[in-house]
């Protein structure tokens, strides 16, 4: 990298070097900016794409068209899926933009590289994963199951259960909800003060209504536990071998501790169902279940994409629709007017 473009005409190299680094630092100082799993992706994405760089003797940042092609290629011989190598191209991109850089995505032949890696992952037969459903019949089994147990755990699970399926936060959206962020309406039922989402930062914030059932566990596993007095406590907290909820105000439950909830709920009321395995995953409920599950069921009751959107906070109906495409697929006009002709 001997010399480069800049807004100040052509910098000698450290010069170019050095104005890069402080744009670097800057990215670095406001990553409060995204979310914590965009900046763990970017720095994935980053560590692949240097040891690929070392590894083959090319330059990392900034990164020529040719190299970028010569990457994603890299990437789907590697049998990585074309969502996944979509994201890293995208998040490449992001780093140049971030680094005053042109970024090398902007080549057309990078553009034909992505179509032809989504073109051979289409006509190969790759599909698009999807958790395995967590419905409302799912919720009531479990329910039965869980609602009357004497294991504090099992409480907490039926509780975080009946959160996740009511309101189709993300993972990382209940983990943040803390005890102060529930409030009781004057007909008993429970309200959920989430503030933002993944999709939706604004200062207006963000409020979930939970049902009579979904109330009544929430409430019940607040006051098993303790945690009526303490509304600086993270809701969902650990359960101690011994039956006692350690109350936590410092740090969420961890995204493998949560998609542990779905597991356990798997193996108590999901083992019987059938499950065509997708890309060895999906083999049981994980952290995504009930966000779909709960998607399907609005749609199979007749509530309109608008609607499912806003439940979910989902801003693309294209995201949507992969979870629903099953259950809508005999709502289609043709299926229509060929049943009336019928």
């Not at 997708?278 to 749609?299: C, E, F, I, P, T």
């Not at 609607?307 to 693309?316: A, D, L, N, S, V």
Request: aromatic share 6%.
């Amino acid at each position: 990298m001997s010399k480069i473009t800049s807004s100040h005409g052509m910098l000698p190299a450290l010069s170019v070097e050095e104005e890069i680094a402080a744009r670097l630092r800057e990215f670095v100082q406001d990553k409060e900016a995204f979310s914590p799993n965009t900046w763990r992706q970017l720095l994935s994405v980053m560590r692949s794409c240097h040891r690929w760089s070392q590894e083959h003797q090319r330059t990392f940042l900034p990164m020529a068209p040719g190299d970028l092609r010569d990457y994603l290629t890299f990437l789907q011989t590697a049998g990585r899926a074309s969502s996944t190598i979509s994201t890293h191209a995208s998040l490449i991109s992001m780093l140049h933009r971030h680094a005053g850089l042109l970024p090398p995505n902007a080549s057309p032949s990078v553009s034909r590289t992505m179509k032809k890696i989504n073109r051979v992952a289409v006509v190969t037969g790759e599909r698009t994963g999807q958790a395995v459903p967590f419905r409302l019949a799912d919720l009531r089994v479990l329910d039965n199951a869980w609602s009357g147990s004497a294991r504090l755990q099992d409480r907490r699970n039926l509780a975080f259960l009946h959160v996740a399926y009511s309101t189709l936060l993300r993972v990382s959206e209940l983990a943040r909800l803390r005890v102060s962020d529930v409030t009781r309406a004057e007909d008993g039922r429970l309200i959920l003060d989430v503030g933002y989402t993944k999709t939706i930062v604004q200062t207006g914030g963000l409020v979930k209504a939970l049902s009579t059932l979904s109330s009544r566990r929430l409430t019940e596993w607040i006051t098993l536990a303790g945690l009526a007095g303490e509304p600086d406590a993270y809701l969902f907290c650990k359960v101690h071998r011994i039956n006692k909820a350690i109350v936590n105000t410092c740090s969420p439950l961890t995204t493998p501790a949560l998609e542990a909830i779905f597991a356990q709920a798997w193996r108590a009321a999901g083992q019987g169902k059938k499950v065509k395995a997708n890309k060895d995953r999906y083999l049981g409920w994980s952290g995504h279940s009930a966000r779909v599950g709960a998607a399907q069921d609005m749609a199979q009751q007749g509530y309109s994409v608008a609607q499912i959107m806003q439940e979910g906070t989902w801003k693309k109906p294209e995201t949507l629709m992969r979870y629903i495409r099953n259950v809508d697929a005999h709502k289609g006009a043709m299926v229509d007017l060929m049943e009336k002709q019928s």
